[in-house]
């Protein structure tokens, strides 16, 4: 009989669901239980392609734009990532039913920008082009009225209309090292450049790399479970990378694993994007299991206690209580 070879597997905790994504997810679920089926997702409530299809089965119909949704008395959440102005405007203007799984972290950042603009500031924005949360916080304000900077680089070459008058903000889920280095470049040439009042990357992102970062140099090799439109995600894999693990890769599934990247390794760490439920993981280390003697530890406490209020309709439809 041949004999698995061994494996000790590293669970980085915390990792998967955050406070934000718990709230979309049950935002959805709960707006089918109290209303039935459909219930209107304008894009995907969170991105993780397991999760949207598990919701499709229970009744929810996923659009890209409120165009694509017929006249209804049905709800019509908006995604976790955030709308820009012009999404809740159509749907008033329709009379449609809608909830907004927006995670309260994102709205923070949209609050912040209104703050600075109606200060007269000229804002940056700190983030990736194209990714829906960016296109959500800048579309908070008029054109021109803030300014995406992705690179030290863009940082180094921007300017601005007035120094003196000056603010940045940033998408939630980036890299914290990267974001800082963004910043260091902003606050050298620019002093008096306004700060948030908080750091804008939310809990959940700076934990999850936290994690990895202690786990990363013991390992030889790293799985990120999560997607690849998830920018958290996608963080996580080059956090690894950049702190010891140059053998870290995205997964979505167990079905998805590169076999080849695991030959002949002794160590693995596992985490997973704050859009990832934990059964993908415990998917992830069931295969792993079919083809080594695996013993699993975790590193770090998995617990976070930041829990988001539902909107008030679901609260009062429900009976739930408030978050302490």
């Known amino acids: 009989m041949e004999t698995r070879p061994h494996l000790d597997i590293t669970l980085c905790a915390p990792r998967g669901f955050c406070a934000g994504v718990d709230r979309a997810i ?47 008395e049905a709800p019509v959440v908006f995604s976790a990532h955030g709308v820009p102005k012009s999404v809740p405007a159509g749907a008033k203007a329709r009379n449609m039913f809608f909830l907004d799984a927006t995670c309260p972290l994102v709205s923070k950042v949209h609050i912040e920008a209104n703050r600075h ?15 829906v949360e960016v296109i959500g916080t800048m579309g908070q304000l008029p054109d021109e ?68 970062k202690r786990v990363a140099p013991n390992v030889e090799a790293m799985i990120v479970v999560g997607a690849p439109e998830s920018s958290n995600s996608v963080r996580l894999v080059e956090v690894a990378q950049r702190n010891g693990c140059a053998n870290a890769s995205l997964v979505e599934r167990a079905d998805k694993i590169d076999w080849s990247r695991f030959e002949g390794i002794r160590t693995l760490g596992i985490t997973a994007g704050a859009s990832a439920p934990e059964a993908l993981v415990d998917e992830v280390i ?39």
């Open 26 to 72: 049950q935002i959805v679920e709960l707006a089918l239980e109290r209303y039935g089926a459909p219930v209107y997702v304008r894009h995907a409530i969170v991105h993780n392609k397991y999760v949207v299809d598990g919701l499709k089965q229970k009744g929810a119909v996923f659009v890209e734009e409120l165009g694509e949704i017929p006249d209804t």
């Open 117 to 131: 603009f109606e200060a007269g500031r000229e804002i940056i924005l700190i983030g990736h082009a194209g990714h």
């Open 145 to 212: 009225a803030i300014t995406l900077i992705q690179t030290v680089e863009d940082a180094e070459a921007f300017t601005p209309r007035d120094p003196e008058k000056l603010a940045y903000v940033t998408q939630t889920t980036l890299s914290v090292d990267d974001t800082s280095a963004i910043v260091e470049v902003l606050r050298r040439r620019f002093p008096g450049i306004s700060l948030p009042h908080k750091e804008d990357i939310c809990y959940a992102t700076t934990n999850r790399q936290e994690a990895v």
């Open 286 to 324: 069931e295969a792993f299991a079919r083809r080594f003697d695996i013993s699993v530890s975790a590193s770090g406490e998995q617990r976070e206690r930041i829990v988001f209020n539902l909107p008030r309709e679901l609260r009062v439809a429900t009976g739930a209580a408030p978050a302490a």
